[in-house]
């Protein structure tokens, strides 16, 4: 495909392609449950060991196999994040389109609405709603997705505003198309470059955000493995066994990283108005 020589054409792409492909193949496998061990099972005579041939990552404090949960792991946290930016958009696509396509009084309301959200830092605005929802996956899954949700509001209603003042808007207009055919066939196909840079960067910031929460005990609950239950239950093993603190955090960082140079990389292609030479 064109878009996928593109990407490997592109410097950061390659590299963000390559890291992004790794991780789903990690994530599927992990929510396939093809792992060398099971995950929540507990040895505790192999408790605390270090990486060696049989553990690769070592073991944790209740002798589980550290490769094993970081594969399911990546799994879960990949679970979240996707469910997470496909419901903020859905949801910021539909309120944008709405803002830019009704206008005036609506706009004005549902806009000002976007504002009073994004006044709230991310982890915090999803903090409050987990803590009121109670925590779990699905609940963060939603607490995530409301979080970003004006994000892609934002990202859509400008965009569309533009695009409705176009000619050929104008030209279908005249002809008789009815508002839902307009929206749907002159303004939403326009928008998919921009949703799409969106979206993969959005990934990034919903696995940050989704380690953040389950860190804090408020997102995925034990025995479940998520990335950041397993740096929190670290915490107090740093000295003793460092294994279980660098694995995952090495995965949370890569797998931002990959996404965010993806992201970047499509920003590049996708948008004639920030192509650049690749690097």
Not at 87 to 114: E, H, N, P, Q, Y
């Amino acid at each position: 495909m064109r878009i996928l020589r593109a990407i490997f054409g592109h410097g950061s792409g390659r590299i963000g392609g390559i890291i992004v492909g790794v991780y789903l193949l990690v994530a599927i496998l992990g929510m396939l449950g093809l792992t060398p061990h099971n995950p929540i099972t507990q040895y505790r005579v192999d408790r605390l060991h270090a990486p060696n041939g049989a553990y690769w990552m070592g073991t944790d404090l209740f002798g589980r196999d550290v490769a094993s949960r970081l594969m399911a792991g990546v799994g879960q946290s990949f679970t979240v994040a996707f469910f997470s930016v496909a419901f903020a958009t859905l949801a910021g696509t539909v309120l944008g389109l709405a803002a830019a396509w009704l206008g005036r009084r609506w706009d004005g309301v549902l806009m000002r609405i976007m504002d009073v959200l994004l006044a709230f830092p991310a982890i915090l605005l999803a903090l409050l709603i987990v803590t009121v929802a109670g925590p779990g996956t699905w609940t963060s899954v939603v607490a995530i997705g409301i979080v970003y949700t004006p994000i892609f509001t934002r990202v859509v209603r400008g965009p569309a505003l533009s695009l409705k003042a176009r000619e050929f808007v104008d030209a279908a207009r005249t002809f008789g198309s009815s508002s839902s055919y307009i929206v749907t066939r002159h303004l939403l196909l326009n928008l998919v470059a921009p949703l799409t840079v969106q979206v993969t960067l959005a990934l990034a910031w919903a696995l940050l955000t989704e380690a953040g929460l389950s860190f804090l005990g408020l997102g995925t609950q034990p025995p479940a493995a998520s990335l950041g239950l397993m740096l929190s239950d670290s915490r107090n093993l740093m000295e003793t066994a460092p294994w279980l603190m660098i694995f995952p955090g090495l995965a949370i960082m890569i797998s931002i990283l990959g996404f965010n140079l993806l992201g970047d990389a499509l920003r590049d292609i996708l948008d004639p108005k920030m192509r650049r030479a690749p690097a």
